[in-house]
C-alpha cells in the first residue's frame, strides 16, 4: 500500500508553468508504475503521463512536449512540470501508483489557468 499526496496546483494564466508534487507514503523505488491524470468539469478522467520502472514514459498527445514527469527517489516524490500552460489544462489532477496490479490514488490538486 501507499497514501499519495499531491500539492504544488493554483491559478496561473495562460502560458505559465507550474510544477506539481506527488509525496509517497514509502519508497517509490519499487514501485513499478506511477504517473498524473486529471479530470476536467464534465469530462472523464484522462492519463497526463506515466513513468514506470524501466524508463517507459507515456504522455497524453496534448501535453506531449509541454510537460515533463519525473521521480526523485530519495524524496520518495513524483513531480509533473507543466509549462506553457493553456486553459484546457484547467483540471483536477492526480497522483497515482500501481503496486502489485492495484491502483492507489491520492486526492488530487486543483490547476487552473485563467487570465
Known amino acids: 500500500q501507499v497514501q499519495l499526496v499531491e500539492s504544488g496546483g493554483g491559478l496561473v494564466q495562460p502560458g505559465g508553468s507550474l510544477r506539481l508534487s506527488c509525496a509517497a507514503s514509502?519508497?517509490?523505488?519499487?514501485?513499478?508504475?506511477m504517473g498524473w491524470y486529471r479530470q476536467a468539469p464534465g469530462k472523464q478522467r484522462e492519463l497526463v503521463a506515466r513513468?514506470?520502472?524501466?524508463?517507459?514514459?507515456n504522455y497524453a498527445e496534448s501535453v506531449k512536449g509541454r510537460f515533463t514527469i519525473s521521480r526523485d527517489g530519495a524524496k520518495n516524490t513524483v513531480y509533473l512540470q507543466m509549462n506553457t500552460l493553456k486553459p484546457e489544462d484547467t483540471a483536477v489532477y492526480y497522483c497515482?501508483?500501481?503496486?502489485?496490479?492495484?491502483?492507489?490514488w491520492g486526492r488530487g490538486t486543483q490547476v487552473t489557468v485563467s487570465s
Open positions: 513513468d514506470t520502472i524501466g524508463g517507459n514514459t
Open positions: 497515482t501508483a500501481v503496486i502489485n496490479a492495484n491502483d492507489y
Open positions: 514509502r519508497s517509490i523505488f519499487s514501485i513499478y508504475g
